[in-house]
């Protein structure tokens, strides 16, 4: 049963599921509101109101108007849709553009990006200094670089930090956007001359989103255990290691979870045929309707492997493309969805064509496709270079989609390796490699096929992932606690 709210979290943030959604960040934006209103918690989401927002969106109310928000009139518009209260920014100038939040058709990131997302922190940092009037929130939780200079703002408004005056967080959901432009933009953003400085929002002669946000937030988290210390390294902090190591209080690492109820296998109505660790065996009709989505041969004893993942340097794909001939020639199957660099994309395409009936690809987003592949796939890839939490290998746990993937930040804390110790105690849930290479990735699927060919060992692990606990309730528990510590 829900308490009744007494903290109120304003949530910052790019992108919400399932308003829109690019990435990970979307779903555990939206996620969260509903896994800590159990708690206490008002949690409301402030985002631009781009066209894709438009078609989502349910009965809204105008709680504030600008007459000049970086170059043109906006409006705050408060909104319930879905199951979220939301606070949308509609500034034509800013956000009226389609396609992605982030970049144009031609790939390319709009021109004054930085504009963009200073007006959505400006927006969050007067939120925080009372403009809804009759909602204020105790916290200003900003996510990523896009909210990073919320906190700035908030503390350069001039007045003093009254005891009315929220706290601010920052997570961090991947270090390696930064949101960096050159110093020239200053004073178009409204950043006093003096806070370009090496302990203020300067980074190596650039603004720094990301780092503002480090610098003058209450608190960072980031979005599990292993990935808060490995950006404390120079090998992982991609610059800004020294910025948080000198912050009085470590980062706080806190794991994601995924939506219980939008990916749940027993009612998951995008999927051929809906299963549970009861009804195990109805995952195989799932198999088969996968195969013939991409044309792979109807075998229902290959390892079918599935890849779902932006396709970038970071998540490491081209080490599954190296191994191919061994895991293809030992009985192997893929099914690949994604989208991005395009010579990943080449290289998927030309997977598919070069090995006709065992690799599948799709070049694209298709929510509903990435449902059919989790229930119908005996594994997922993970082999990323780093990777701060990571949702798919959450998803595969629920579906008894076994992942694999490379020991870094998050896959590291949520996957057990089937090591034979681990096999023998039936701990492992899935299987994870280390140094990230090609060579290790390819002794890893080969120790996958072999336990594929125990099936009750397989099983085993399958249920086991199943019933691991990949909801939201452990880490919603964790933050309340972070929240009210600042208060
Ligand atoms: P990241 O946020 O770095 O992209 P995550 O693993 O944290 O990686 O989250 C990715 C999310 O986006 C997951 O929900 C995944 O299912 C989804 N996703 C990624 N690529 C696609 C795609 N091409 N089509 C559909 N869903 C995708």
Not at 28 to 38: I, K, M, Q, R
Request: glycine share 10%; charged share 20%; proline share 6%.
């Amino acid at each position: 049963m829900s308490e009744t709210p007494h903290l109120n979290v304003l949530a910052v943030a790019p992108e919400c599921f399932p308003l829109i959604k690019t990435g990970g960040l979307a779903d555990v934006v939206g996620a969260l509101p509903g896994a800590l209103a159990p708690a206490g918690c008002d949690m409301r989401v402030l985002m631009p109101l781009y066209p894709a927002v438009t078609e989502n969106v349910g009965k809204c109310k105008a709680v504030h108007a600008y007459d000049d928000l970086f170059g043109g009139q906006a409006l705050i518009i408060a909104s319930e849709t879905a199951g979220l209260n939301a606070y949308l920014i509609e500034a034509p100038h800013l956000f009226d553009r389609p396609g992605n939040p982030y970049v144009g058709a031609d790939g390319k990131e709009w021109p004054d990006n930085h504009l963009r997302f200073a007006a959505l922190s400006r927006v969050a940092a007067d939120f925080g200094l009372g403009l809804a009037g009759d909602w204020r929130p105790d916290i200003v939780h900003a996510h990523d670089w896009q909210a990073g200079l919320a906190a700035a703002y908030m503390r350069m408004s001039g007045e003093t930090r009254s005891r009315k005056t929220p706290k601010t967080v920052i997570t961090i959901h991947n270090l390696a956007f930064q949101g960096l432009y050159p110093a020239r933009h200053l004073a178009a953003l409204g950043l006093p001359a003096d806070t370009f400085t090496s302990d203020g929002i300067e980074y190596f002669g650039q603004i720094g989103f990301l780092k503002a946000g480090l610098i003058y937030s209450d608190a960072v988290t980031t979005v599990s255990p292993t990935y808060a210390n490995e950006i404390r390294t120079p090998a992982l902090g991609m610059g800004l290691d020294g910025v948080l190591n000198a912050r009085p209080e470590p980062v706080t690492g806190i794991l994601n979870g995924i939506d219980l109820d939008v990916w749940n296998p027993a009612e998951d109505e995008a999927i051929e045929e809906p299963y549970s660790t009861r009804r195990l065996k109805k995952k195989a009709k799932n198999k088969l309707a996968l195969q013939q989505h991409f044309g792979l041969d109807e075998d229902p004893d290959a390892l079918l492997a599935c890849l779902i993942s932006r396709l970038t340097d970071q998540k490491g794909i081209d080490l599954v493309f190296e191994c191919l001939p061994g895991f293809i020639g030992k009985g192997g199957q893929l099914a690949l969805l994604g989208s991005g660099d395009r010579a990943l994309e080449k290289l998927a395409t030309d997977a598919a064509a070069g090995y006709a009936g065992k690799v599948g690809t799709f070049i694209g987003y298709d929510e509903t496709l990435s449902h059919r592949m989790q229930a119908g796939a005996d594994m997922i890839l993970i082999p990323s270079r780093f990777e701060p939490c990571g949702l798919t290998q959450l998803i595969g746990l629920r579906y008894g989609t076994l992942p694999l993937v490379a020991r870094t930040g998050g896959l590291a804390d949520t996957v057990i390796d089937a090591n034979a110790a681990a096999v023998q105690a039936r701990a492992a849930t899935g299987f994870q490699f280390a140094p990230i290479d090609a060579e290790t990735l390819g002794f890893t699927l080969e120790r996958a096929l072999d336990l594929y060919r125990q099936p009750e060992i397989w099983k085993g692990m399958q249920k086991r992932a199943m019933a691991q606990d990949v909801g939201w309730e452990a880490s919603a528990r964790q933050y309340m606690a972070l929240y009210e510590g600042l208060l």
